[in-house]
């Protein structure tokens, strides 16, 4: 008797375990449904999903393209996006720093020092090809020209009464030495400061000549030298220089003079108005762009076009029998070559997507001129092209920016899309291979092909959608905003694949039915032949079948596969634990561009030089905390990792100690005196070059008190770090310093840096984050669809042995835990459970051939009709990204490692592992007798009103 028809009360076990059965079940019916619906009208549906898609392009009038470097890389809550915004709107404005340095055997010759003029002389003269001109003159920072202060004898700028002064320390002048702010007349002093012409600001041995090619070109050897260590102050601007800091390379003699160089730079200081930026336009498709007006923009491309002449003009020539060479960086280039090395592999990635039209239309096909299948072929690949242009529709329609990362996006889903179409020819196939299902109709035959596949590729569609959405969570604005986009697209593939894709399938099955000519319709072929289905006829199916029953699942080949798979785990989770989190934005760049050349020069002779950073204090009653100001100051420089700070209240103490004997160190000084004093050291010689650290409640006027001030910086400099568990600490450790000092107040600790430094911080942990939950929705997901828990766990499993030895050969192959690594991560963990879940899913309605528990036979089964569709949607997908390895841009040769590592290491777990495992102890299948199959499906025939089979029957 049949076990279904003993009547008996189910045990809650029994329920339960029909719960799997019953959602199968449940899925088949909905699309063969769906799939007979399609194919009764299936141009019904293509016009309507098209339709569909139009709808959903109505978004792209809201399309906004995210160019802000701070809205892309830095999380929302950091407090490096809330301190630049602060800045950007308190300063309203910056200096911009543009150089080129100069390399021979030793630069400080006549004729090298003289060509150095020259190419100085012709970049200040440069104008930028756009109308208006833009000059140097125009861009240039500016500061006062106070040369004739210097050589001013002191009873000229004496003589006049001073009612600025509440004592006179001319008294003093002959212990303290002559400081005009002081000692002089205010009114003549400020006079004559106020007549100050001002000249553009740039830092260059030449100053010592005043640029005069002529006077360099008698300089002797000797002569060089002598004025090089004897000039302490510029002879063109008359504020105090240390020239030395200009070279590299140097050469000391005994008494530590410099006689030689390797290196000169020349450093120019462009002003930047923060005011009259718009990053939307002048930001870049990369979002690597830095803060620039148009005008600035304009004359850095003349900077370097003029630099690059210069730079070929040198190297055809040879001066004092050595050769001179030029490297250059203007504010400007890292945004350039960043960006047009992220897209210029366009022509790359069209190759590809040629290549894998091609191979689909191979994979499609069979070789005869009515199985060319030209037309589905390019169907599948333009429904992912209409996937991804909806699904910017839809996101942008909600407000959310597209990104620079979103261009590997189409290439997510040309590997997704291009698998369900694998998958769906793959259940043709096995549809066709039934006799009593080569005798139906044709759009039953296509429905069941829906039947069959629409569970498999709904289960990766969804458990990808729902990983993607979890990734949304992430603090990092460019990968949630990818996320977004990825989990938008997943869906609109899975769904025009499972319409317009099915009606042109049921179009072009009907060609074929017809005899007509794949490419020209229009042409029968009347001689035409369908071969024969089965086993026996399909090359894939063989070779599955001989490899797995004669290998793979033969006692010797589990160990072996479970050797190895233990082997390349413990391999792998070594990498693991040794992968670092660490990204430099250099990576952006191609080793033979201008910049990458300049920074390797500059690291080699400049090798000290660390990165600027900055205190910066507002809202606080400066005279009334000065003391603990300057132990703040103190603390910074006791510092390891601090290489120098530029302090302004120390310098500023030592100035009204030197000069009016009040020890500002010790004691409190009221707050008149206090900006009395700080006046007369801003248009000092000594403090000039503070005025910048400085935003007052007013405006600062020589012969009066400084007006309250509103906000005051303190420059110091990091040291030069090599990782990020060196520049990590310091970062912090110095914003604790400046957090936990006794001010009341805003006081914050800012560089340029922090915002490569603080995704550092917090990428591996976000890495981890989205990993774990992305799993832990890929479970349950896994579970909800296919309610299996043993199966659900082998798919788990196989996921993470995937990403394990991900991670690990990620290290082996040299890269490390950052942004391009993290959105690669988050793409592998939708990518192994495809090649997972179709092999279990498979392997779950598969019956064995004896109608017994067989679980090698259920196995080969499964094998033999998704087996091949998993490879092939694998191999789609390598063939579309396999141009990449001769990318220069790091983004796409790093996602061309992580998708081989995935396809590879996916691959292994989801065809070979996971076959092995099921084979030994895998779950029964789903399906039971075929008696009870009929009695459901008759109800099921009376709601649809269509003659039909039962699904999984033979």
């Not at 339960?16 to 079940?25: A, D, K, M, T, W």
């Not at 030895?805 to 495809?834: Q, R």
């Not at 076959?915 to 102890?921: I, K």
Request: charged share 20%; net charge neutral; aromatic share 12%.
């Amino acid at each position: 008797m049949e076990p279904e028809e003993i009547v008996h009360k189910k045990s809650v076990g029994e329920y339960i375990q029909l719960i799997p059965e019953r959602i199968s079940q449940s899925v088949e019916y909905f699309f063969y449904y769906l799939g007979l619906k399609i194919t009764r009208h299936p141009k019904r549906w293509i016009i309507g999903s098209l339709f569909g898609v139009a709808l959903c392009l109505v978004g792209l009038y809201r399309f906004r393209q995210e160019k802000n470097p701070l809205k892309l890389w830095v999380p929302p809550d950091s407090d490096f996006l809330r301190d630049t915004e602060w800045l950007i709107s308190q300063f309203g404005e910056a200096q911009r720093l543009e150089t080129f340095i100069l390399t021979g055997d030793d630069i400080l010759t006549a004729n090298a020092l003289y060509e150095l003029n020259e190419i100085t002389k012709r970049i200040i003269a440069a104008q930028s090809e756009d109308d208006p001109k833009v000059a140097w003159t125009d861009v240039c920072f500016k500061v006062p020209i106070i040369t004739k202060v210097n050589t001013r004898e002191k009873r000229d700028i004496g003589d006049l009464d001073d009612d600025f002064f509440d004592e006179e320390p001319a008294v003093r002048m002959n212990k303290t030495g002559f400081e005009p702010s002081v000692h002089a007349s205010s009114k003549t002093y400020c006079s004559i400061f106020n007549s100050f012409q001002k000249g553009c600001l740039f830092f260059s041995i030449l100053d010592i000549w005043d640029f005069d090619s002529h006077l360099i070109r008698t300089q002797s050897k000797e002569d060089i030298i002598k004025k090089l260590n004897s000039t302490l102050l510029s002879p063109t601007l008359g504020h105090p220089m240390n020239y030395s800091q200009l070279l590299g390379g140097v050469t000391r003699d005994a008494s530590g003079r410099i006689i030689s160089a390797s290196a000169v730079k020349t450093e120019f200081m462009v002003h930047v108005n923060f005011s009259n930026i718009n990053m939307e336009e002048m930001g870049n498709d990369a979002g690597t762009a830095d803060w620039a007006t148009k005008d600035v923009l304009s004359w850095e491309f003349a900077f370097l076009k003029n630099l690059e002449q210069s730079k070929e003009f040198l190297k055809s020539r040879e001066f004092d029998n050595q050769t001179l060479n030029l490297w250059y960086e203007a504010g400007r280039s890292f945004g350039d070559i960043s960006a047009s090395t992220m897209f210029q592999d366009v022509d790359k990635l069209s190759i590809g997507i040629i290549l894998m039209f091609f191979y689909v239309q191979m994979v499609l096909s069979n070789f005869n001129w009515v199985e060319w299948r030209f037309g589905l072929s390019l169907i599948a690949l333009l429904c992912i092209g209409a996937a991804f242009l909806a699904a910017i529709g839809i996101c942008s329609l909600f407000g959310v920016p597209y990104g620079p990362v979103h261009s590997s996006l189409p290439f997510m889903l040309m590997g997704l899309g291009v698998d369900d179409t694998f998958v769906m020819a793959a259940s043709w196939e096995q549809v066709l291979s039934e006799k009593s299902n080569r005798l139906r109709p044709l759009p039953e035959k296509v429905a069941l092909m829906l039947s069959h596949a629409g569970s498999a590729i709904s289960i990766t569609s969804l458990t990808d959608v729902v990983a993607f959405i979890i990734g949304t969570s992430t603090i990092l604005p460019c990968l949630q905003s990818f996320c977004i986009y990825a989990s938008v697209g997943v869906l609109v593939t899975f769904l025009l694949q499972v319409t317009i894709f099915v009606a042109f399938f049921m179009m072009d099955a009907r060609r074929i039915e017809e005899k007509r000519n794949g490419a020209i319709h229009c042409i029968v072929h009347s001689n035409y032949q369908a071969p024969e289905m089965g086993s026996k006829n399909s090359i894939s199916w063989n070779f599955i079948d001989r490899l797995y029953s004669k290998f793979v699942l033969t006692r010797p080949g589990k160990i072996i596969i479970l050797a190895i798979t233990i082997a390349v785990a413990s391999f792998g989770g070594l990498g693991s634990y040794q992968l670092e989190q660490w990204f430099d934005p250099v990576w952006f760049l191609p080793k033979d561009t201008y910049l990458s050349d300049y920074l390797a020069v500059r690291s080699k002779e400049f090798p000290e030089r660390g990165q600027p950073a900055y205190v910066f204090l507002s809202e606080i009653d400066i005279p009334a905390n000065f003391p603990r100001i300057l132990d703040l100051v103190d603390d910074l420089r006791n510092l390891t990792y601090i290489e120098s700070v530029n302090s302004w209240p120390h310098d500023f103490a030592d100035f009204v100690n030197v000069y009016y004997e009040k020890d500002m160190k010790t004691r409190l000084i009221d707050s008149d005196k206090f900006y009395f004093y700080l006046s007369k050291f801003l248009f000092s010689q000594r403090g000039g070059k503070f005025q910048g650290n400085f935003r007052f409640a007013g405006n600062l006027i020589c012969g009066k008190n400084t007006p309250r001030i509103l906000i005051a910086s303190i420059d110091f400099s990091f040291m030069k770090f090599l990782t990020p568990y060196e520049w990590i600490p310091a970062m912090d450790e110095s914003k604790r310093i400046v957090s936990e000092v006794k001010i009341a107040g805003f006081k914050t600790v800012w560089s340029k840096m922090f915002a490569s430094w603080v995704t550092d911080k917090v990428i591996a942990q976000e890495v981890t984050r989205n990993i774990l939950l992305a799993l832990i929705c890929v479970m349950g997901m896994t579970t909800l669809l296919i309610a299996e828990l043993q199966t659900c766990f082998w798919i788990l499993l196989c996921v993470l042995l995937t990403l394990l030895d991900v991670c690990g050969f990620m290290f082996y192959w040299g890269l490390t835990i950052d942004i391009v690594s993290c959105i690669g991560l988050e793409l592998a963990v939708g990518l192994s459970v495809d090649y997972a879940a179709h092999v279990a899913h498979a392997f779950l309605m598969a019956r064995s051939e004896d109608k017994k528990l067989n679980r090698k036979s259920r196995v080969l089964t499964a094998v033999r009709h998704i087996g091949a569709a998993v490879t092939y949607g694998a191999g789609s997908t390598l063939l579309a990204l396999s141009l990449l390895i001769f990318s220069k841009a790091y983004v796409f040769r790093a996602f061309f490692k992580i998708f081989l590592l995935v396809i590879v290491f996916g691959l292994w777990h989801g065809l070979l592992l996971l076959p092995v495992v099921l084979s030994t102890v895998g779950p029964r299948s789903l399906h039971r007798e075929v008696k009870v199959q009929e009695k459901e499906l008759q109800t099921f025939k009376k709601s649809t009103e269509e003659a039909s089979i039962p699904l999984n029957s033979k």
